[in-house]
């Protein structure tokens, strides 16, 4: 058998991955456009008990939601030549409906008087800027393409779990208004963006060389953050999330398990050859750093302590 008879069906395979992927992003956009602004009822029972209980909540998912502008800057100096197929994903589909999710979140904290978190949307950091030059490099931009769908699928999995813990501490505050117009609608859109991201995961880390997935589980490792948290301040209010949410006041083992489902597609999909499927260290540690700074800076000690006989 020939290297050109091994070659051929491997590039076939290719295209009909690439295939599947081009048709998921065209139903995500046929399927899910932008929320109509006109379709949100910011109807109110008690706004300041909203604010008091989710505020911080609000705050955070509204910057992360309109930090998508600078996102897609920074993939276009992150990825100098990208597959259209993503181009495609990032910029005609993902954005405008992350977009919208942030206008109508912006508005909610307005109406409810929360102080607004500032939102970068243009500035980009040099190791960002210093990483895309050397994606010019053979094999590197794939590193990179690889790190950018493991940072989505910890993302969307994120949001989708934060939605609906936020969507049940709505209903039960007897907010249903806004549980039905605002909360729903979003997070209807978050898994199919989960979804791609895995598919493109899988494709391209099959690709890969041996060489090149030793260093993306390296960097990936040493780089993991919390979503949208990009300083020591940002990771303490991730952990206010948390917090309000109830993730993780039931201590490690409940935080560990938040841990496992943020991590658990990236971890079968690079760490398949080791039996048993446990949670990803690095997402734990960071997760509860985020609960720690919180709670210090409160003022408090976390975990919390548990009463007796609880």
Do not use: C
């Not at 069906?9 to 139903?27: Q, T």
């Not at 050397?134 to 994120?158: C, F, H, K, N």
């Amino acid at each position: 058998m020939s290297l050109s008879d091994l070659t051929v069906p491997r590039r076939r395979g290719r295209r009909r991955e690439d295939s599947r992927l081009a048709d998921h992003v065209d139903r995500l956009g046929e399927e899910h456009p932008p929320i109509e602004l006109g379709s949100v009822d910011y109807t109110m029972k008690k706004p300041g008990l909203l604010a008091d209980r989710f505020g911080p909540v609000l705050a955070y998912m509204t910057r992360v939601e309109l930090e998508v502008e600078r996102n897609v800057l920074e993939l276009n100096i992150l990825l100098p030549d990208p597959p259209e197929v993503d181009r495609h994903f990032y910029a005609d589909v993902w954005m405008p409906q992350e977009t919208r999710h942030g206008q109508i979140l912006d508005k909610l904290q307005q109406l409810i008087g929360v102080d607004p978190h500032e939102a970068n949307l243009d500035q980009v950091s040099f190791s960002l800027k210093l990483l895309g030059a050397l994606g010019r490099m053979p094999g590197v931009q794939d590193i990179s393409r690889m790190l950018y769908y493991l940072t989505g699928l910890a993302t969307e999995r994120s949001a989708v779990l934060a939605y609906n813990k936020l969507h049940a501490g709505l209903v039960e505050l007897g907010e249903r208004a806004i549980a039905a117009t605002v909360v729903t609608p979003i997070r209807r859109q978050e898994p199919g963006h989960f979804a791609y991201y895995q598919m493109a995961a899988q494709q391209l880390w099959d690709q890969l060389s041996g060489w090149q997935k030793w260093l993306t589980r390296g960097l990936r490792k040493r780089t993991f953050e919390v979503v949208g948290a990009y300083n020591k301040r940002q990771v303490a209010d991730f952990g206010d999330v948390m917090d309000r949410l109830k993730m993780s006041d039931g201590g490690e083992a409940e935080l560990r398990e938040y841990a496992r489902q943020v991590g658990r597609a990236e971890y079968e999909l690079m760490f398949a050859h080791r039996r048993g499927l446990r949670v990803p260290d690095y997402v734990f540690k960071s997760l509860k750093r985020a609960a720690v700074l919180a709670a210090e800076r409160r003022g408090e000690v976390w975990p919390a302590a548990q009463p007796a006989g609880s």
